[in-house]
């Protein structure tokens, strides 16, 4: 047997988790750059964000009322008003200028700073001003009774000096874009999003602005895999479909490499005359990595490793690339984007169907998740009636894992889901 | 009471449900753009997509083997192979060039066009090549019967015809991406992105670049409202914070409505002698939509219609402005992107603290899902041991809709909520 029909029909198997594991020692963060707040959402933080001040960093009265201290009306009631005499108005983002003393208050805005002296704020629904309010001093009446601290948040109250609020790696989304500009990140450190190079391959492939031709179809698992590229958070830059010929595969590879951060190729890895992937690692110089996983669909998926650079070979079948895709791609490039928990969440839900193929090897079916009026997740393959893998893509918020084994799953079955997010 | 104080304390309440019924009035689609399929991702469908072409468009072959007529290798066994001539070699993407008959086969790889006569193929595996497979006339032995229309795809055998695949509204994600690259999509026809103008208000408002002062803070909601747009699949405007002038707010609000599909402002909208919209609704020549809804937090949640433009006044408070905008905001922003089913879709879950606050109003919790090892979704309010109302929102993956009522809720109730998506 010639080194090419090993690679070919003696492939050696090796697990999901294994394969994780092989591609995971070559992975990189991305470089670190600095961009501008408003660009970040979606990118993920390459340094921890600490409080480099106390929130709130003053007294911060949480409503619209008077400021007074608490002593002074500790008797007052809707009978027996007790009368203060105002002696400054403090709108939010001023400073107050007096102290407050026995006998005085201060007319105060929702997070406006309290004023030195007073020691809890009335809401103005329990107050009556007694003169027109918009004199320099009048009184106010006041008709109940708060205690010390009431209405007031002290400083640090909600974030203390010094406390992580995020970690580097995280997602930047509207709270972390809260957290940001409370601290003043007008531009951020995030990492790069990593670019990743997709080639579809096979003779038959047509570009899309291409008229159909006899015995040829356009081009889709390119478009698929972008789409997906670009919500796992990377660039996706989609070349030219590639022939089956195996020097211009190789020289296309070879070209591309130093220009991206990961290269994916779907379609060419399974044991046809015309598989031009395997035709490739048979004669590179590079690192295979591996070329059998016990999954179905995408038995054939390939990595390798050339200059440094990773290489994922998805199969071409749209179906087995998407899945390919969310279980070895998208962990790839979320953690070179800097996330420190890539892989997809496990998950238990209950099967809607019954499920009756068994398979050697473990199997990762799209699925679509619906909750029930108990609040349990269900779960069913996608398209179970359609008889188009391509057409009921569109369908799958998630991948349903079924262990390896002859008898299938009956519904009802709790199973383990990999929501796709 | 003057008209301003009617508009302070005399407001009339409505539900959620109607406060959206009076914003839907005057929701338009944004005008339709065409763009590369390759920028389309995330966008809305502003066309049906259907198929103008059957998929396959020949008959495929499934798998790597020989095309034969099924009469022929009825009796075929391993014991008593039939031996055919092999008449054409057809890789994928070429298309055949002869007709097979009784006794003769062709080499056919996966994805290849199935040649006039053939009715079946047979895999690679059930065979034997008895000369050199590179010759161009060579001899196969088939061990194995197959039956008529195996390994053969038929024509539209996946997609008819005239097919609808995608309607009109539909997201594009990576599988609907799948679908419009292969029916030729190079440019696609969307509704162009809803363009958001984001205002802050509040004297005490600095930039995020500015350095803390006493007595201010920075604007963390315009930042917090804008990654909430982008997700919701608008193009967000941050606009400089304005002031408490009410001015000053009204200029700036009439030179941006004509140049942005909605705006939003965030604060200015309760009832202190500085909360801005209310004076700006007090004097303005447009339609005051509602300026009280019934719900927890933003309960002064209000709207206007200015020159056929809607403005939607969030609380200031940043958890009741991110919950306003996802019952609002996200709603409204969807739909003007084609989105036909843009409300959050209601689940059950089981709540997995007590909550003992009761309320009004409804409430709409900020929650945090999670799903146990039964495949139950349990929900529990978000930072429910934080103090900080900021720094928590990053952990709501939902909101807990809780009904009004005195008596708050208790550990494993059933509760609906509304999955941020």
């Given at each position: ?388 893998i391509m057409v009921s893509i569109k369908d799958a918020d998630c991948l349903i894992y079924l262990p390896a084994g002859g008898k299938g799953f009956a519904r009802d079955e709790r199973v383990i889901v990999y929501p796709i997010q």
């Amino acid at each position: 047997m010639s080194s090419d029909s090993k690679l070919k029909f003696g492939r050696k198997v090796i697990s999901v988790e294994e394969a994780r594991s092989l591609l995971f020692e070559y992975v990189k963060h991305t470089p670190i750059e600095s961009v501008p707040l408003s660009s970040a959402f979606g990118r993920r933080l390459a340094v921890d964000i600490v409080a480099d001040h106390p929130v709130p960093h003053f007294r911060r009265s949480g409503v619209d009322g008077y400021a007074v201290c608490s002593k002074d009306i500790e008797q007052a009631t809707p009978e027996a008003p007790v009368v203060l005499r105002v002696i400054e108005r403090i709108p939010s983002g001023t400073v107050p200028q007096l102290t407050i003393q026995s006998g005085t208050a201060a007319r105060i805005m929702t997070g406006a700073p309290v004023p030195d002296g007073a020691d809890a704020v009335v809401m103005l629904e329990m107050t009556d001003s007694l003169q027109d309010a918009g004199t320099s001093s009048y009184h106010v009446s006041i008709k109940k009774n708060v205690t010390a601290a009431s209405n007031i948040t002290p400083i640090a109250g909600e974030i203390g000096l010094g406390d992580i609020l995020l970690e580097q790696g995280t997602h930047i989304g509207p709270g972390e874009a809260a957290i940001l500009a409370t601290f003043g990140y007008s531009n951020v450190s995030v990492y790069r999003q990593p670019r990743v190079a997709i080639f579809s391959t096979g003779s038959e492939l047509l570009n899309v602005a291409e008229a159909l031709q006899p015995g040829r179809i356009r081009n889709s698992n390119s478009y698929m895999l972008a789409a997906q590229v670009e919500a796992a958070g990377g660039s996706a830059v989609i070349m030219q479909a590639l022939s089956d010929d195996v020097e211009e595969v190789e020289a296309a590879l070879q070209e591309t490499f130093p220009k991206v951060d990961l290269v994916l190729t779907s379609g060419g890895v399974s044991v046809g005359d015309y598989d031009v992937l395997v035709d490739v690692f048979g004669r590179f110089e590079g690192k295979l990595l591996f070329n059998k996983v016990a999954m179905r669909p995408g038995t054939p998926t390939s990595a390798a490793l050339w200059n440094n650079r990773l290489l994922l070979a998805l199969s071409g079948n749209p179906g087995a690339s998407f899945v390919g895709f969310e279980l070895f791609a998208k962990p790839l490039i979320k953690a070179m984007a800097g996330c420190r928990s890539p892989y997809p969440k496990a998950i238990t839900a209950q099967l809607d169907v019954d499920y009756d193929k068994g398979s050697a090897y473990p199997r990762y079916v799209r699925g679509t998740t619906d909750v029930d009026n108990n609040g349990c997740l269900k779960v069913k393959p996608s398209g179970i009636d359609k008889s188009s893998i391509m057409v009921s893509i569109k369908d799958a918020d998630c991948l349903i894992y079924l262990p390896a084994g002859g008898k299938g799953f009956a519904r009802d079955e709790r199973v383990i889901v990999y929501p796709i997010q």
